[in-house]
């Protein structure tokens, strides 16, 4: 990456057929998203399955997307797992495709301080000249990132950015301000759909939405809007697409089986999956839930 | 209340003089705040020490503030506690002051499910005919209250707004866009003063920040700015502000005496309350803390 | 109280009809319980509605409470509320009905770190000459009470002992371990009815068992067997009053509604209690509950 | 397994040298643990660093602890990772090296449903023979197995036992007596080290204490005072147990590096170890805390 990461950088949703990539369906959506305009492109996220994901699936996931996206725009690639011996290893398979960056949680699982989430990020710095970015995902891993740390690993050069994916729009806006004190020295994208017009009002650098597997048009728009000041367009985009993301709100699912089950279900609805297959032990939305996102979709315009 | 309340209605801080109320503080700091254009002040809310206050305590501070704001704004009153038996003293010891709302959260302390929750909020509505707002705020009672909720309890009557201090701005976006489906029964107020920006963006109808016993003129201004559609000067004002939030960045300190206590601290610098002490067992902020306050003030340009 | 407190101390359940306390009932169960054996009483903890409880009605429990005791046996009361000031009206109170004992706990509502608890048991004790008991209820309270700082505050004359209800029974034991050390100045009792038996095997000088006011007479067997060293007495006597626990394993309802809402459910099957009404917003048990209470009843021989 | 799993089964910490295991040092203290008399190793637990270590390392801790055991207890070894399909390959590698069980926690990382979390041993179930034992660790992995899904998986030969590290002694002692009631087709052992007295009185099958690598002889002769209905002699060694258990009481470090950082610094201060070096990021103890480890051993009688 030769020029900062900035703009909408979605999470690469995955479509399986027979717990197997169905790879003309990613190829499919992955052309949709790139032709609407998206900055870059973040696979193996929460959202791209990289906690269900053996080291072969990685290497699939990131060969198929390294091909279909051909230099187009950057992709960076998580690289999350429990410890740093772990997460080293997963950084030399993703170097091995030629991403133009990763992306590393806090350890997780094994309980620890804030020493030893400073030294893991030092010690993934020494493993790789690619640009690391933090993901700030309390909600997986149980450890807040503080703004102080991330700056300090910004300043010194062990950290490129933070993906925010933390709830905590306060500690975003303190991050931002310490950010940009220190003459900005980490590229900031917001994790969070439903508010991303909040962070660019909050200076973000970017977003890595979910939805925008889903609608890619719209989020590319929003920035556009955004990059010429166009707040009232910025915020009346995003009420668009937050009253889209109540695809989400289905019934008995949770978490990652309603968010990433709502998302496939909404492409395989649009034509673009084949079906809204989930990885094991996830199953796919059903029944009253699918003509819930469906209903959705109709409602917002994203389906006739 | 006649008209609904929107605006800028911050939560007044109590000034302490050896554990009494310091009325000639207050009442400076009151009038400082009503003179700079604040639309509505909440009194015995989290930064108004409603926990800290017998009910004694409660009736002076409804009093003085009565006395001093003499019906040139709306007066909102918090009526927290435990459970709903509780709760209607306080809301009737309120009534008996001639406040304009009453501010409830849900039950706390006793563990209950959100089936209670609903039911506390109709049986406080039974029992007075003073409009309602729901407290949203999970970190004191460890229950977050659902769009869906609140927006059918608005459509129903049963409450008149929100104090939106929950720190989850996903959840505070799907709020204004149910409330606005249902026709807007609901005012909504954010208590979240470092990102009151986006917060209006997303559709608040006002703002309670803490931060707003210190600098009143600021959260004005920046209300002006947003009526006005003037979005880079909302942000700007708040970029300032959450530069001065800086000041609760205190050391040894956690929670209210870090927020409250720094509050208070900068009051003292600043010569509107003549101490910063604080109700027990909370200690004022002293020394190198102190100094932070001062450092943080001189830099936002509240101190000369 | 001359002596300490050992044995069995149940928390007292307060039957309800129309709202008020059920007096003839309440006398009923309370003397069922004085004449099974129990050790002591312990009215307004959580089980004894204290958070549903204006000053009035906790008035009344006191009273009560004290005419129908007449010295049996000790009488403590809590004294629980969000902070000091508050708590201290609470112990004047129970000090005028005469009661031998209160029971309180770290602050709550407004957030604080150790130093502010610390300080708050010491204001207690300054305030009152009865001997005070710190009430281990994170689960209400939100925060844990280290081990360290109550053998501290035993050792000074602060607390006179602990009830224990953090469900962390390794916690627990090293208490009783550093209590041990420093000459036993703490009484230590367990809250925890389904594992008194290995709060008896770490060294507990007794329970406060919310079951006891279902049967009290299995608690006091059980505390018989411990002073005479018979184990397995001990634990044959819990294993059947956790069969008996599983009467709070109701749908639909949690925590204290589930919980105590068993309790009064059971007590009227019994024929103790008149209703099975419980406090506002909280509704009673029905229906398939009301069942499941029963069917457990029978299979545990509390009922033919 | 031919037969049950019974008694104590420590989980085997792993001695390492410049980040590789330390062989000698690992063949020394297992031999120590085998002599002593304990009933089985459980390797790759959180104690044993599964978090940290890569599928070659898993290898290595394999191949080493079967060369050295021998055959002489039984291993089970853990196979947890984030999902199912990554687990699956863990037991596939477990499955090579003739490991006579496997232990598994609920999914982590990626937010899911109990629906999900059954549906994960059921799958785990179909990809093998071994017998399979549910990790109930939530402070890990953020999930509460409930005692009644465990049940039910045992009922229907899916799992062949219960880790209990869940903290929660109450839902533990449900747990065993559905299990009885259902005919025990679990066999339960608890993982905490300081009441392993309350947890056989409960009903434990055995235990898997981390202590256990410290002093095996002491969990043994606990074991053997129960095998012959000696609760005293059982409650005394806990006692001391549990005092030599504040070697994990040091400063400044939290969670895995206090915990097993305090296992390893006592078997290096006993000879048995080479070093107390610990996995990266985790750094060893040092300074003030080794020497707190130390005066714990000797106040323990563990040295002299």
């Not at 909404?266 to 084949?274: K, Y």
Request: hydrophobic share 40%; with cysteine.
């Amino acid at each position: 990456m030769n020029a900062p990461l900035r703009g909408v950088v979605p999470p690469l949703a995955v479509p399986l057929k027979n717990q197997e990539i169905d790879v003309p369906s990613l190829e499919r959506n992955l052309n949709r998203m790139i032709e609407a305009g998206i900055h870059g492109i973040f696979v193996l996220g929460s959202t791209g399955e990289v906690a269900f994901s053996t080291a072969q699936r990685r290497g699939e996931v990131l060969e198929h997307t390294m091909r279909i996206v051909n230099g187009r725009i950057p992709v960076i690639a998580g690289v999350i797992d429990t410890e740093t011996s772990r997460v080293i290893e997963h950084i030399r398979q993703a170097e091995s495709y030629g991403v133009d960056g990763v992306v590393a949680t806090a350890p997780f699982y094994a309980l620890q301080g804030m020493a030893e989430v400073e030294r893991h990020f030092r010690l993934l710095h020494e493993a790789t000249d690619l640009p690391i970015w933090a993901y700030d995902i309390p909600v997986c891993v149980h450890t807040k990132l503080p703004p102080q740390l991330l700056v300090q690993l910004g300043k010194e050069g062990v950290l490129a950015g933070v993906k925010d994916s933390s709830g905590d729009d306060v500690s975003f806006r303190f991050l931002v301000r310490m950010n940009e004190e220190a003459g900005h020295p980490l590229q900031l994208l917001t994790g969070h759909e439903v508010v991303v017009d909040g962070a660019y009002l909050s200076g973000a650098d970017g977003s890595v939405p979910g939805l925008g597997n889903v609608d890619p048009h719209g989020y590319v728009r929003q920035w556009d809007a955004y990059q010429r000041g166009d707040w009232e367009a910025v915020r009346a985009e995003q009420d668009r697409l937050a009253d889209l993301m109540t695809i989400v709100m289905v019934h008995g699912v949770q978490g990652f089986g309603a968010g990433v089950g709502a998302f496939k279900t909404a492409l395989m609805l649009m034509g673009e999956f084949e079906s809204n297959e989930m990885p094991e032990p996830v199953q796919a939305l059903t029944g009253e839930n699918v003509e819930w996102v469906r209903k959705v979709l109709l409602k917002t315009g994203m389906l006739n």
